[in-house]
């Protein structure tokens, strides 16, 4: 179904206010790979590999779910809210290096029905992750 869309790559823009920050956090912490970067007379910004994208749609009944199960209640964000998701090998260790680089947890790690290992941080740029492992990939833990 990729062949019939003209769409080649999803990229995620975010404009911060603090770029060094928001480069440590996102490439040095959480690893993701520089791509391209530069730093002219119009301001600075990098590319950053993020590996596969998808683009996922929920009702506002659905993310109310995902935040109930995610945060045992309502989420932190308004119904139209953008949340990234990012599957990594392992959501617990992750999320407790994003912490100790300056992002909040907001909630305990959990086991979703649909078998993952998810964390849902909010990043000091205050975009609110996800961290999901799917639990197969982890071992079954």
């Avoid at 990012?86 to 992750?94: C, G, I």
């Amino acid at each position: 179904m990729a062949d019939r869309s003209p769409v080649r790559e999803l990229r995620l823009a975010l404009t911060v206010r603090d770029f060094d920050a928001a480069v440590r956090f996102y490439r040095d912490v959480l690893d993701l790979g520089e791509l391209e970067a530069w730093d002219d007379e119009h301001g600075r910004g990098i590319i950053l590999e993020a590996g596969r994208a998808t683009l996922e749609l929920l009702s506002v009944d659905q993310a109310a779910y995902v935040d109930a199960v995610e945060l045992g209640g309502p989420g932190q964000g308004t119904p139209d809210a953008a949340r990234v998701a990012l599957q990594v090998a392992d959501s617990v260790a992750t999320a407790a290096a994003l912490v100790e680089a300056g992002a909040d947890q907001l909630g305990a790690p959990v086991t979703t029905p649909w078998s993952h290992r998810n964390v849902r941080l909010r990043a000091p740029d205050g975009l609110q992750l996800t961290l999901f492992t799917p639990l197969d990939e982890a071992g079954g833990s």
